[in-house]
């Protein structure tokens, strides 16, 4: 089935009909849950007084989006535009040195934030990489890395680093792990690449400038440093027509949907609801399947929007950084879940790509997707619930090839050479129906917690059967269709079909003439005089 199968038109509206009806019906559940449920005991620590004019409490369960959007805003503004002024002003006075303002301007703001000790800490692991790269052996970098960064994960050597950290405020657990962390995988990109280089080394300073360029220091995106060396060095600084308004646009954009959550954490608690397990063993089927689906969306939106903030400034230094992740309401196969596109593209260079080859065989990419996601673990934390989404991630993604090779096989080849594109496509989007809910399930339970996942996954295939089974698997099965349309759209804009040749406009030939129309084909041939107007309208 090619990607530009078309289904009829008031297919594809019934579809999106169903979805729309779907999902105000799931998301009147969970409000009316939340409203009913605001005094709990358990909900005192996460729901407080938000803004005054909706006379509401508002979900705060969420420490990350609460650091950037509210609590520690001015600070991370002030960093931020510090870095936007010096940055534009070197860039008008002396672009060809605009790399190290940036690098001295982050280490300045390292240093303020979390100290001397701290600095020192990090430069330590960039020299020990550095240092491993030179030898130019590309397997050592990869150990000496993930070594250095299991220290970051275990004990006695957490805390013997975290030690170096001076202060005691609220922000400095979270910007030790994210700078620490993040400074490591960035150091192994420089080593991997400096394995590559053919004729010399990279100098010292250019993995300084890599790593302490303050917009991605502490929480990314992570940027592999063959196209941050590239971008950053690029002498030409002339913008695009129009990309300065599409900088302001998706700035704004960004700002509309930090307000819009805002909004809706007012209204709905899907953050502080799934950590209350009476509660939800007393919510009907569609309030929990509703709860799991919004929370996946939730973190997509917070994802693209701390990204979007991050990149819309390394944009106006001219950079191009990794895109927001796909929505997850735009997938439903393995091979594109992510939700963090810089660490995604980091793992498919150094690892997945350059195990798995092109995918095709089932050995070396069950070895792939096993290293890939053992580098995540390490990445993440190891930890029970960790190693249970890796595993269950490892398996679905090898478990589609599996499937992609055993249909491909007869009779099933066959089977789908004789059904229409239309009807391939609806078979199609069954199976990944069943497909998208296991990427749900496997998520969740990374994002929330084990008990929470196994309670929908009993709800949904036990519990719930067949009635709420069969009804959240036809609604999925409408998602999965628009989902499908929309990707045939953007594959007719890409791709374009070609247009038929158009005909010549004098033809020396015509077409062999039947003994059955002789007389119509010779009058057709033979030249006709001019038609009277008169006539014509008459007629």
Known sequence: MGIKAALPKYEIYFYNTVLCLAMCWAASWIFEVSSSSVNRKTFKTSVKPGWYYFGRKMDTADFEWMMWFSTFREHILFALSGHVLFAKICSMLAPQYRSLVYLVYGLLAVWTSMGWTYVTLILSHCILLYSISLVKIRWLCFV?????????????????????VEGDFELRHILFYGGCGFTIMRCMSFALENCEKKDGNYNILELLKYNFYLPFFYF?????????????????????????????????IHLGVIIVVDVLFHFMYILTIPADMKLLKHLSDWALVGLAYFNLVYDWVKAAVMFGVINTVSRLDHLDPPKPPKCITMLY???????????????????????????????????????????????????????????????????????AKFFSMEPFASLELAMSEATSRRVRAIFNTFNFWSIVLYNILALNSLDFAKLVAKRLLFRGFPIT?????????????????????????????????????????SPPVTTAAPAAAATAAAPQPAADPSKVKAE
């Open 144 to 164: 000496t890395g993930l070594c250095t960064l299991a220290t970051f994960k275990c004990e006695p050597f957490v805390s013997w680093q975290a030690g170096f």
């Open 333 to 403: 196969v393995f091979a594109e879940t992510h939700f963090d596109r810089g660490i995604n593209e980091w793992l498919c260079k150094y690892v997945y790509d350059y195990l798995g080859g092109k995918h095709e065989n089932v050995v070396e990419e069950l070895v792939a997707t096993l290293c890939t996601f053992g580098v995540t673990t390490i990445w993440l934390g190891p930890c029970k619930v960790v190693l249970i989404w890796a595993l269950l991630n490892c398996f679905g993604l090898n478990f589609e090839l599996w499937a």
């Open 220 to 252: 990314g995106p992570i940027m592999t440093f063959d196209k941050f060396y590239a971008q950053v060095n690029k002498s030409d600084l002339t913008r695009k027509e129009w990309e300065m308004w599409n900088i302001s646009m998706q700035g704004a």
């Open 469 to 509: 089974t069969i009804i959240v698997m036809f609604v999925t099965y409408c998602l999965i269709q628009v989902i499908k349309e929309r990707e045939r759209r953007q594959a007719l804009i890409d791709d374009p079909d070609p247009l038929p040749p158009a005909p010549p406009p004098n033809a020396t030939t």
